[in-house]
Each structure stands twice: as structure tokens, then as C-alpha cells.
């Protein structure tokens, strides 16, 4: 959608499952480094735009350690208000002696036309050891995407790409790391070790929790491992990484994702594919080995995935790959800032992988419609429904009225997790995470529940 | 990066200076109070969003917009959003979409009333939209439209707005109650039904179906409690965790012949707003919060009278007690009261015995939600309760600390003569709890990792339970956390 005229059809109007705003982006790549700090300069409003939509999914820290906003309101406003961001910018740095501030502000102070960059440059130039750097909200804009990449692109621009690169190291650009829990830390872990399986030592992963000086250390490496969530700017990111070369990869979900991660940055690093396939054929038999003798307790169900555009790939692509049947996928970001259809559609060809002819897949679809597309599947069969809580959320809310006639399980995924949170270092990606997957798949199948001991018993 | 670290901490220095006179002016607009500031879009989003019913919301603003609260509760499929864009500000073209939209909804999902909440931008440029809602609402007679211009612009108090929302949602066309205890009974007849099976006796089967037909024939008759058996309660807490099927006050109240309509906003659906005004009592926590509200209803000739929240057990029996004394039926309602008064005062007398003197740190003024029950008595709805525990309890006030006389006489105005310390920003917590040397805090849940980080156990703001039995479990869930301090000791 361009405008709002472009909205035509209650579904346009509707509330999507990932109707989040340009600044919950920017939030989650600010927070994912830790000693970073956001400045919003906005209403009081736009604080609920940002911590408080991460503060139940990450229990490991919490959002508000690294946000602040200058408290702007209509007397401001009228007076002109960018002279508010110094002050505040200065007393906070003061007391979190941050390494980077990101300063956002909200398209109702942008409109009055305050030159918020300059003010924020002039800024700059009074907190020592502190980089700062500034992202608008105007609108259309692609929403949570968007801000994420607007901040990676911000911090590549900072970094000094002139010093010379070394040949067997790599960083990673775009990684969505939305907490401090440890199975995300799985995930980064597991990028690390599968990049060092293709032969590379990994400098850096933006993002990933380290600090501000990890994250600046991308340019040392030769290799660029552009992750899929930088799409909204991914020419800007390859004009700013320049002669460095930057390797797209898709999400290593999966045996097949998995194996193609490794062996693309293996083929750029001029690794031996031959060894990588022989490795990734043993890790592919470990896993499937142990889970062929379960599979038939998923044959049952039939399974449903709301997640962002890559997120969604992956799983769906190791769902198909232990052999269940997907129903509906949803596409969970908005205006397809993602790639949409288009990009899921290649990243199941590149896994060799396909839909059932009746599969749905929706593009940003509204909660009304989640709530349709589980609900009349749940009328004919068992579901097994994978999703943010926001997804899950519309079905535990059925009203008695509205519940189906078969059961559901429901796996949480994707931002937000409020109600899944980890203990151990479970991981998403690689083999590890295809075997975590699938126990969680087969435990959540498995789930004993009340009914059914009474009817044992 | 132009200039030199040396040069910048130089400018940071003289910058330091300048902005003192910008803090002065910034702090000149805090008062004494410990609400924080609000936007209503945010706040009367976030609370409809927990509503239950067929109506509809409508924010008329951008996209980025419809982020400002958490898309979690009964209500989220009913949210929509213009999605205005640069375009439409700029050009002052929002009503098309706005009408668009209010007539799709209308037309499609025939809700029985729709909001329209205003964003920022809006407001910016001075848009009339309830124009629009009127409009579109003459279109559909029988859909009550209601056009808000929230926003985070004018910064007001959570309790103003939620009084906002409240006197919005009960001024919509009055409704007669509905009796809804047909349902739960039919619940229970389900429960018997599901114990059937072939071979149960005949006389068993012919029970059950018996009291199916009892239930379908309350459904007929619709039996409303007239108004002088009815109450409502506003801005007390849910109670959360009871083991019985109905809650303890529930329980209470039938027991002396009343029958509670509804505890707002909790949980409640929109039919029950619409019937608010039938209760002849009302009850409410702190009712300096809700002048709108309290003026509607005391003008539909329903009496409201304050009460505490009922935390701990003073504060329930005191609640109790106004209970009987309003409704003319204290006898009923002590003797309904007296086996739980008892259970709970034996607990209470027995932590006490167990674990009076312990230091607890209660911070207050940490918390930026729309929760009515935590924003009674100003955030202090729980200190009664816990001050009964006879724990030497010292206050933290997270605001700034030279305008500690203000908070100073607003705790004496409330009768609190505690020792307290006044703290700028949450992550000093750490090293306030230490050197306090509290053995307990009562926190924001946001300060989890402070109080990790000081070894010191915490209870999450607002978590105790309502009600005596809701006191009884919070003794014994203090006693789990103080038994776990003591053996770490």
C-alpha cells in the first residue's frame, strides 16, 4: 500500500500479525547491542512502540535499561522541539555511558519540519566516545523491517572500510536477534559454528548482543554474510560494504537450508564442497535417523506457520522435510518488506522443496484472517499451528461459541515469544536446530493432557 | 566525528552547563503526584483491547500508529487502522479512508458499537474526523459510532483517561442486564453429562436432563437481579486464581442475595458496560479517579461508595464490611465473611509471629500502565496489605529527589509515616537494595535483574491476590520466598 487510498477491502483496514511500527525495528537492533542506547524523540505514545512490545518476550533484559524520550507534547510541538534531544541525548549518555545512540522520532514531530539530522550531528559533535546516528519514521515506510535494516545500514556507515580485509574471516549483517535468551544465543552459536564449517572465522554477527566495537569490527572481514532482513536495504548495505564480497544467504533452517548456508559461504571462501556435502549428509542422517521412528505421531496433523517471510521459509521447509503436511503458511510482515510470496516461493525451490497444490499462503495476513485460516482447518482436522504470540493469542481467545471441533497445538515462534522462553541453549538454526524442532514438534503432538489420563485411568 | 574526543568533551562540558537551565524548566512541570504521563491512544487502545464484545476500534493515524500497544486480547480482531501515510497529511485528504473504512466495518461485521481513536498526526493537522464517524454513523442508526481524539500530544494521566474510556463506554445506549448464570450452570450440567456413560442407571440420566431443562428454562425467563439486589465494582482488582468455581466475593455477595453485574473494567464485556448503570450499589476503589464515571452513575441514581482495594486482610474485610452497611445486609455478609475472616487472620498472625521485623523495600511510582487497580491510591493499594505483615517497610519513590517535600506530604495526606528515599532511574536499584539491606522488595517486574543482581527476593507490583483467601496465598507464597531467604542464609 502506497497511501491509505490504496485500501480497499476490510482486510486492508484489518490489524495484521505483524502490524508493528518502523521504530519497534529500530528498538530491536538498537537493543540487540549492548551498550547502545535509543533516544526517542517523540510523544509519550511511541514509548509503547518500543520496549514494551519486547519487554514480555525477552525476560533475560529488559528493553528499558537502553530507551529514553525527550517527552515531547503539543507546547513543544508548537515552539519547535528538536532543541529537547541535546539535553537529554547528553544526561543519558552521562549515565549509561553508551557507545552508540540511535536517535528516532515520530512522523507528527517530522512534519512540522525540525531538521532533526543536523540537530543530531551538531549533537554528536558534544558527547565524547559516543556515535550517533538518526532514523525517520515518516510514513508509508516498511514497518518493523525497515527500522531493524535502517539502523544495521546506520552502524555499516560508521565503520571504517578502508582498512585492509582479512581473506579467512567473516561477519554476518542482518541477524534478527530480538533477545538476550539463551536460544537465541543458540542461534548466533550456531552461526559461528556453521560458518566455521565452511571454513571461515566468524569477527563479528550484527547483531547479536555484543558490543558496539564487536559489532564495528565488519570490515576486517573479506566475507560479507548478508542475512534475508536486510531486503528493505540491501543495495545501500552493497554500496557501503563496497569490495568486500557479500554472500546472501537464506535462514540455515533446515537439512537443506542448513547445507546450502554452509556451502554458499564455503564456495565463496573457496572451501572444498566435496568434504561440506559428506559432513552435511552424516548431520542430515543423525537427526532424521532418530525422528523417522516418531514421524508417524505428526501424520495426523495437519500444520499451519505464521512467520516472517525468511523465519517462515525455514520452518516450513523443515516441516516439509520430516514429511508433515503444511496446510496455510502465513506471511507474517507487512507489504511484503520481505520479499512476500516471491521470496518464500525461491527459498523453497533452492531447498528442492515444494506446497501441496492446496496449500495457502497469505501475505500479511490480518488477525481476522489467522483466526479464519486456523479455525476452519481446526473444524476438519487436527492443527498444529505455529506462530508469534500475536497469532496464538486470537485462538486461546475463542470465545466457547467459536471453539472448534478438533484440537490444536500451538508452538510459539518469531517476534514476539511472550509465553516461550528458554533455559537451555536451544537453537532454531543448523542441525541442532532441526533436531530441537523436531523434538518440539513431537512433544507438543504428544502433550498428555487431562482428558485423556481420565479415559486411560 | 569532526571533531577530537578532547574537543568534545570539552563542548560536552559547556553543553552540561547550559542544560541546566532546560532541567529546571523540565522539572518545573512535575508535580508531587506518582501517576506517570499518558497517551490516550495508547491507554484506551491497550484497554479496549482486553474488553470482550462485538464492537470494533478504528485508529485513524498511520500505521506506525497501531503499534503503540500490545496486539494481545479478545479484542485484537477487531482492531483496524486507516494506515495514513505522508499523502493524506500532507494533502489533509483523511476522511476517505476513514469513511471507506467505517462503512466496511459496518457493512461487514455489524458490531454493536465502533471507535474511532485519533493519532498524533491527526491532531497535527487539525483533523475533524468525528465529523466522518458522524457521518457514516447517520448511515448505520442502529451502530453507536463514537469519534476520540486521543494522542500522545496533550499528555494527561492514565486515571483521567481511563475515566475518559469508562464514561465513553457506559454513556452507549443502556441495555437490561442479561442473567448470566444460566451458562455457568449449564457448565456444571455438562460436567455431569460427561460423567454418563452406558452404563449409568436411569434414574442418574433422567437427573441430568432434568436440570438441563431447569437451566433452559432460566434462558426463557431471563431472571434478572432487580436493581437493589445488584452491585457493580470499579477499578477492583481480578481475582485471578480461586479454586472454586466462582470467586470468593462472588461467593459473599450471593450468599446476602446481591448479585454482582460486573467488576470494570476487568474482564468485563461490552454488554456489561451497557448495563452498568442498573446496580442500585456501587463500589468503587479510590473514586477521585473516575469524576466522569461517578457522576454518570450517581445521575442514574446508583449509590457509590469507596472502597480499598481488597489486598491483605484489613483491606478485604474492610471492603466487606462498606459491602454490608450499603446494602443493608451486613448480617448476612459477616456471617458469609466469618470462616474466611478466621483462616486468614490465623495466617497473618502467624507470618507475623514468623517473620515480623524483616526489612522490605516498597517501590512505588515505577510503573507506566493502565491497570485501574494499580493506579488506585495513587500505586499505594497494596501498602496496607503488606504493612500488616509487620515488616519494617521503608518507601522508594523513583522521581527527582529535591521534590521530595511534595512526595513528603502527599504519604502524610495518605496517613503513611515511613521512611523513604527518593531514586531517578531503575537501574540504581541494585545498589539501593543493597544498601539497604533489605531482606524483600516489592518491585516493577522491569526490575527482576536489579533485584537479581542484588541477591535480594521480589514480588512483581501488583501480583498479590484479592480478597482473603487471595491473602491466605499470598502469606504462604511469602513464606515459600522467605523460606528460600533464610535457607540461602
Given amino acids: ?457 | 566525528m569532526g571533531a577530537s574526543e578532547d574537543v568534545r568533551a570539552a563542548a560536552y562540558a559547556a553543553c552540561r552547563v547550559k542544560d541546566e537551565a532546560f532541567w529546571v524548566e523540565q522539572e518545573r512541570n512535575i508535580q508531587g503526584a506518582l501517576g506517570q504521563p499518558c497517551c490516550t491512544l495508547s491507554g484506551i487502545a491497550a484497554s479496549l483491547m482486553k474488553t470482550t464484545g462485538h464492537f470494533a476500534v478504528v485508529v485513524h493515524g498511520e500505521d506506525e500508529c497501531a503499534s503503540c500497544f500490545r496486539h494481545v486480547g479478545p479484542a485484537a480482531v477487531q482492531f483496524f487502522c486507516t494506515g495514513l501515510t505522508e499523502h493524506e497529511f500532507v494533502t489533509g485528504r483523511t476522511s476517505e479512508p476513514l469513511r471507506r473504512c467505517l462503512r466496511l466495518v459496518a457493512e461487514e461485521l455489524a458490531p454493536d458499537a465502533i471507535f474511532v481513536l485519533g493519532a498524533c498526526p491527526v491532531e497535527v493537522i487539525g483533523d475533524q474526523f468525528e465529523d466522518v464517524v458522524n457521518a457514516v454513523g447517520k448511515e448505520f442508526p442502529d451502530i453507536p459510532m463514537r469519534a476520540l481524539h486521543t494522542n500522545g500530544l496533550k499528555v494527561g494521566s492514565q486515571t483521567a483517561m481511563l475515566d475518559w474510556m469508562f464514561e465513553t463506554l457506559a454513556g452507549l445506549p443502556g441495555e437490561t442486564p442479561r442473567d448470566p448464570s444460566w451458562l455457568r450452570k449449564l457448565t456444571d450440567v455438562a460436567g455431569e453429562m460427561y460423567k454418563l456413560d452406558l452404563r449409568s442407571e436411569r434414574e442418574v440420566v433422567t437427573e441430568v436432563v432434568g436440570q438441563i431443562e431447569a437451566v433452559l428454562a432460566d434462558v426463557a425467563e431471563n431472571r434478572v437481579a432487580p436493581p437493589e439486589d445488584s452491585v457493580i465494582l470499579l477499578g477492583l482488582p481480578r481475582v485471578r486464581y480461586d479454586g472454586d468455581a466462582s470467586p470468593e466475593h462472588v461467593r459473599v455477595l450471593q450468599a446476602a442475595g446481591l448479585r454482582l453485574l460486573g467488576n470494570y473494567p476487568q474482564a468485563t464485556s461490552l454488554d456489561q458496560w451497557r448495563w452498568i448503570t442498573w446496580a442500585r450499589n456501587g463500589f468503587v476503589a479510590d473514586r477521585s479517579l473516575y469524576p466522569k464515571l461517578v457522576r454518570r452513575l450517581e445521575a442514574a441514581g446508583q449509590a457509590v461508595h469507596e472502597v480499598p482495594l481488597p489486598i491483605g486482610v484489613r483491606q478485604s474485610l474492610d471492603v466487606y464490611r462498606i459491602f454490608g452497611e450499603a446494602t443493608g445486609r451486613a448480617e448476612a455478609i459477616a456471617e458469609a465473611v466469618a470462616p474466611l475472616a478466621e483462616a486468614a487472620e490465623r495466617a497473618l498472625a502467624e507470618f507475623r509471629a514468623r517473620y515480623g521485623g524483616l526489612r522490605m523495600a516498597y517501590a512505588i511510582r515505577m510503573n507506566n500502565n493502565y491497570d485501574a487497580d494499580e493506579l488506585a491510591y495513587q500505586g499505594l493499594g497494596d501498602f496496607f496489605a503488606l504493612d500488616e505483615l509487620g515488616l519494617e517497610m521503608t518507601l522508594l519513590v523513583q522521581g527527582p529527589p529535591d521534590k521530595r517535600d511534595r512526595f513528603e506530604k502527599m504519604f502524610e495526606r495518605r496517613g503513611i509515616k515511613l521512611p523513604f528515599e527518593m531514586f531517578l532511574e531503575p537501574w540504581v536499584m541494585a545498589d539501593l537494595l543493597s544498601a539497604g539491606g533489605y531482606d524483600v522488595a516489592y518491585l516493577a517486574d522491569h526490575c527482576r535483574n536489579e533485584a537479581n543482581k542484588a541477591g535480594v527476593p521480589m514480588i512483581p507490583t501488583r501480583t498479590l491476590e484479592p480478597w482473603l483467601g487471595g491473602a491466605v496465598r499470598n502469606l504462604q507464597r511469602f513464606d515459600h520466598l522467605l523460606r528460600e531467604l533464610r535457607g540461602a542464609r
Fill in chain 1, 1 to 457: 500500500m502506497r497511501t491509505a487510498h490504496d485500501k480497499v477491502t476490510l482486510e486492508d483496514f484489518s490489524l495484521k500479525g505483524m502490524h508493528y511500527a518502523k521504530m519497534t525495528g529500530v528498538m530491536i537492533a538498537t537493543h540487540a547491542i549492548s551498550d547502545s542506547f535509543l533516544m526517542m524523540h517523540t510523544g509519550v505514545g511511541c514509548k509503547y512502540k518500543t520496549a514494551s512490545q519486547a519487554a514480555q518476550h525477552d525476560l533475560a533484559e529488559h528493553p528499558n535499561v537502553r530507551e529514553a524520550w525527550t517527552q515531547v507534547s503539543e507546547a513543544h510541538l508548537v515552539a519547535g522541539c528538536s532543541d529537547r534531544i541535546g539535553p537529554f541525548a547528553r544526561a543519558w549518555w552521562e549515565r549509561r555511558n553508551s557507545a552508540f545512540m540511535m536517535v528516532v522520532s515520530a512522523y507528527f514531530i517530522e512534519l512540522t519540519g525540525d531538521d532533526i539530522p543536523e540537530k543530531v550531528r551538531e549533537i554528536e559533535q558534544t558527547i565524547p566516545g559516543c556515535e550517533m546516528a538518526y532514523v525517520p519514521t515518516k510514513a508509508p515506510n516498511g514497518g518493523l523491517f525497515d527500522g531493524f535494516a535502517s539502523v544495521l545500514v546506520e552502524v555499516l556507515k560508521r565503520m571504517d572500510w578502508s582498512v585492509p580485509a582479512r581473506p579467512r574471516e567473516a561477519a554476518v549483517l542482518g541477524h534478527f536477534f530480538t533477545r538476550y535468551e539463551p536460544d537465541q544465543k543458540a542461534d548466533v552459536a550456531q552461526l559461528r559454528a556453521l560458518i566455521k564449517q565452511a571454513g571461515l572465522n566468524t569477527t563479528s554477527v550484527l547483531f547479536s548482543g555484543a558490543e558496539y566495537s564487536n559489532a564495528k569490527a565488519a570490515p576486517l572481514a573479506a566475507v560479507q554474510v548478508v542475512m534475508p532482513y536486510c531486503a528493505t536495504h540491501r543495495s545501500a548495505i552493497g554500496q557501503i560494504v563496497g569490495a568486500r564480497q557479500a554472500v546472501d544467504v537464506d535462514l540455515p533452517i533446515g537439512f537443506a537450508g542448513t547445507t546450502r548456508f554452509v556451502r554458499t559461504i564455503a564456495a565463496a571462501a573457496g572451501t572444498d564442497l566435496a568434504a561440506i556435502d559428506a559432513w552435511a549428509i552424516a548431520q542430515t542422517e543423525a537427526v532424521l535417523g532418530n525422528f523417522r521412528r516418531l514421524s508417524e505421531m505428526l501424520a495426523r496433523y495437519e500444520w499451519v506457520v505464521f512467520a516472517d517471510t525468511p523465519l517462515a521459509a525455514g520452518l516450513v521447509s523443515l516441516l516439509l522435510e520430516l514429511g508433515v503436511r503444511v496446510t496455510a503458511v502465513g506471511l507474517r510482515e507487512a507489504d511484503g518488506a520481505l520479499g512476500g510470496r516471491a521470496a518464500f516461493d525461491a527459498v523453497l525451490a533452492r531447498n528442492g522443496l515444494q506446497l501441496p497444490d492446496d496449500a495457502v499462503v497469505v501475505e500479511a495476513p490480518s488477525l481476522r484472517r489467522v483466526k479464519q485460516l486456523c479455525v476452519e482447518r481446526l473444524q476438519r482436522s487436527l492443527v498444529g499451528i505455529l506462530g508469534s504470540t500475536h497469532e496464538l493469542a486470537v485462538l486461546r481467545n475463542l470465545s466457547p461459541a467459536e471453539r472448534p471441533r478438533n484440537a490444536g497445538v500451538l508452538l510459539e515462534v518469531g517476534f514476539p515469544s511472550d509465553d516461550t522462553h528458554s533455559v537451555l541453549s536451544v537453537p532454531t538454526f543448523g542441525f541442532a536446530g532441526a533436531a530441537a524442532w523436531a523434538q518440539r514438534l513431537v512433544e507438543a503432538v504428544r502433550r498428555p493432557q487431562v482428558s485423556e489420563l481420565r479415559h486411560e485411568g
